[in-house]
């Protein structure tokens, strides 16, 4: 079975500072794949960024990167330069070898940007 | 915007009544799964299609089913409804299974269902 945990329920953080969320991972498949989504207070599911899990180098997408640390079983999330339109829920996600392609989420982080 | 289309944005209906819940994938994915967001359950699978076909079930309640159309439309069917069934339906689609496994999935706008 899969697991994913996010110990932050909430952060608050300053406008432009750099801001990283965290996610452990628990799997016993060798190849899986870690996602991060943002969900607005809109609603919807804005998918982020990627990590393949043989993948060496952390993923990068614009201001979002991932911290990818297989032996420690962390995919954090890095937003840098945040902005206030960056407040939102933030889920942590993994998917699973072929013939186990769904998604498991963590509970997720909500991330306030303070002016 | 994800290409994902899902209908109706909102639903409002009472307990035992059915529902039906619909979801356009993006052009060319194959792949269809459904997720109930709830606020005790966070965001749980329901189940996936790939191509017409059931592919996976999750914690899918009997009283809900699903299909997968030849135009690769996807239709969620929600009966005997409970209060505790008002949630988020989110609808996602991926591309075509590869060796890599590494489709990313993307999601609908969701539909949110209130059973009063």
């Known amino acids: 079975a899969q697991k994913i945990t996010q110990t932050q329920p909430g952060m608050f953080v300053q406008e432009k500072e750099a801001v990283t969320l965290d996610c452990t991972y628990d799997?016993?498949?060798?190849?899986?794949?870690l996602f991060w989504y943002k969900q607005p207070s809109s609603g919807e599911m804005i998918f982020l960024i990627y990590?393949?899990?043989?993948?060496?180098q952390n993923a990068t997408e614009g201001r979002y990167s991932l911290n990818f640390q297989k032996a420690r079983k962390s995919a954090n999330l890095v937003i840098s330069a945040s902005q206030l339109g960056d407040s939102a829920m933030y889920f942590c996600?993994?998917?699973?070898?072929?013939?186990?392609?769904?998604?498991?989420f963590g509970t997720g982080t909500r991330l306030t940007i303070i002016p | 915007d994800s290409g994902v289309t899902q209908t109706p944005k909102h639903l409002i209906t009472a307990t035992g009544q059915r529902v039906t819940l619909r979801c356009s994938p993006r052009?060319?994915?194959?792949?269809v799964y459904w997720y109930q967001q709830s606020l005790d359950q966070g965001l749980q699978f329901l189940i996936q299609?790939?191509?017409?076909?059931?592919?996976a079930k999750g914690n899918i309640l009997e009283r809900f089913s699903a299909q997968q159309f030849p135009d690769l439309h996807s239709e969620l069917n929600l009966s005997s409804l409970e209060l505790g069934d008002s949630a988020l339906y989110f609808c996602?689609?991926?591309?075509?299974?590869?060796?890599?496994?590494?489709?990313?999935?993307?999601f609908g706008p969701g539909t949110r269902l209130t059973v009063l």
């Open positions: 996602a689609s991926s591309a075509p299974l590869r060796d890599e496994w590494t489709d990313t999935q993307y």
């Open positions: 799997t016993s498949d060798q190849s899986y794949g």
């Open positions: 990590q393949g899990s043989y993948d060496e």
């Open positions: 996600a993994m998917r699973g070898r072929r013939g186990n392609e769904k998604l498991t």
């Open positions: 052009s060319g994915d194959l792949s």
């Open positions: 299609y790939y191509n017409g076909e059931e592919r």
